[in-house]
């Protein structure tokens, strides 16, 4: 939809509880996907190269729900004007089910895999519709900026969720604290999301149902005029292909962190949280400087270089040996990830045409599931196909899961490499040109 910040301005409050709703989310991108429940579930729950199998597995299935039904959804969102409402259903699946991961014990490993996966699946489809959220609340000269201070704010979240539950495994440990962290994450999920459902208005109108039709028809025939849209909108296009591709690397950077350092580098679960920490702080720094750069300099600019700094930090990752190294690796990740993401998701509200961000949003949640889907599952086949190989090779079993890791690791550079090759294409200009002329047209048409 259009930005409205300017005709229909947002308040204070009203941009500060879309803030706080990033500060809950990220608490379980830092817990489940980062610093506890990715290694636990390798570790613990399963165990070895299969640990890292299974995982892959897990995440993937979730991106392909994600990715089949975000854009149906998005485009129901949009005509029916119940964005809140997606959001508030998938926020409500993400908070339950990462809850009843504390059920997650060693050995129950379809529970904990069917847990994980909706818990996943709300957490990512809710992403669709709070994105949706963004050109409602800023208008195009300070997008870059309210996405960036939105994804700082987020940041800081998982760091002070991730500090809470490292007091507790300090001051008590054990297996049973480790799970617990998990109802942590939930309720401070929860409780950092409902500002967002009090003070934030649905602006979009709810339109009326032509005769014959439903939400559900209506929806795989906006789809299919959203994909003929976005035929129109070359640029938009190009850049989805791009980051189909270098997002495959991002998700896998994400999901497999804490396990590369827990098998690579042995690095233990009071340290993982440490490493996260770090990662997040840097993640903050990384947030507020590529939305001021958005500003002064574009969004592919922007965009090009977080990417260039991943491939550097895999391919320094790829030769590293202690834990110190990975810990500065980390640091270097956290800040050009924050870029990586963030600036992608103000470049697809800087090329959506008006009355069509929540569809728009859909459509890069498809892209980007899609491609989530094919990642982590390449790096858990890789990681212990090549670590079964090694150990036929008569490696001991521990050198030839860390063997297995370092070759998945490289799995990532290469998605990285192609998608900055890809982006090269995509023309920043012209694509915000074609969202600016629709927006004439239609107050033209109006």
Not at 129 to 139: S, V
Not at 340 to 357: D, L, Y
């Amino acid at each position: 939809m259009a930005a409205v910040s300017g005709s229909n301005p947002t308040t204070r409050k009203q941009r500060w509880s879309w803030y706080l709703y990033d500060f809950g989310n990220s608490a379980y991108a830092a817990v489940v996907l980062l610093a506890v429940f990715s290694a636990y579930f390798q570790g613990e729950v399963v165990g070895g190269a299969e640990g890292t199998r299974l995982w892959g597995i897990a995440v993937g299935i979730a991106m392909l729900v994600v990715a089949a039904t975000a854009p149906i959804l998005g485009a129901i969102a949009d005509y029916s004007g119940s964005k809140k409402a997606f959001l508030l259903f998938y926020t409500v699946v993400a908070v339950v089910f990462t809850g009843a991961l504390f059920f997650a014990e060693p050995g129950r490993v379809a529970l904990s895999m069917i847990f994980f996966i909706l818990a996943e699946v709300g957490y990512r489809s809710a992403q669709v519709f709070y994105n949706g959220f963004l050109p409602e609340i800023a208008d195009t000269e300070d997008i870059g900026r309210v996405s960036g201070t939105g994804w700082a704010v987020g940041t800081a979240g998982g760091v002070v969720c991730l500090i809470l539950i490292l007091v507790l495994i300090l001051g008590v440990g054990g297996d049973l604290i480790i799970r617990f962290s998990l109802v942590i994450t939930a309720l401070f999920f929860a409780l950092s999301a409902l500002p967002l459902f009090i003070w934030l208005p649905e602006r979009s109108p709810r339109r009326l149902l032509p005769a014959g039709q439903n939400y559900i028809s209506l929806a795989f025939r906006q789809l299919r005029n959203t994909i003929r849209t976005a035929g129109s909108f070359k640029e938009f296009v190009k850049f989805m292909i791009a980051f189909l591709v270098y997002n495959d690397g991002v998700m896998m950077t994400l999901d497999f962190a804490a396990i590369i350092g827990a098998v690579l580098f042995g690095i233990d679960q009071e340290q993982l949280i440490i490493f996260v920490i770090l990662v997040q702080l840097t993640n903050v720094v990384g947030a507020y400087v590529f939305g001021r750069w958005v500003d002064r300099w574009g969004g592919k600019r922007s965009l090009a270089i977080s990417i260039l700094l991943m491939i550097g930090v895999i391919g320094v990752l790829y030769f590293n040996q202690s834990a110190v190294g990975f810990f500065i690796i980390g640091s270097v990740a956290g800040f050009a990830m924050a870029g990586t993401q963030s600036v992608s998701r103000t470049m697809v509200g800087m090329f959506s045409p008006p009355g069509k961000s929540a569809e728009f949003y859909g459509f890069f949640a498809l892209t980007g599931r899609t491609s989530s889907f094919i990642g982590p599952t390449v790096f858990g086949i890789v990681a212990a196909e090549a670590a079964l190989y090694f150990l036929a090779q008569g490696q001991p079993a521990q050198l030839a899961d860390q063997s297995g890791h370092r070759i998945a690791i490289l799995t990532i550079g290469l998605f990285f490499l192609l998608g900055l090759f890809l982006l090269t294409f995509v023309d920043e200009n012209k694509a915000r040109h074609a969202a600016q002329t629709s927006r004439a047209n239609i107050t033209t048409s109006n």
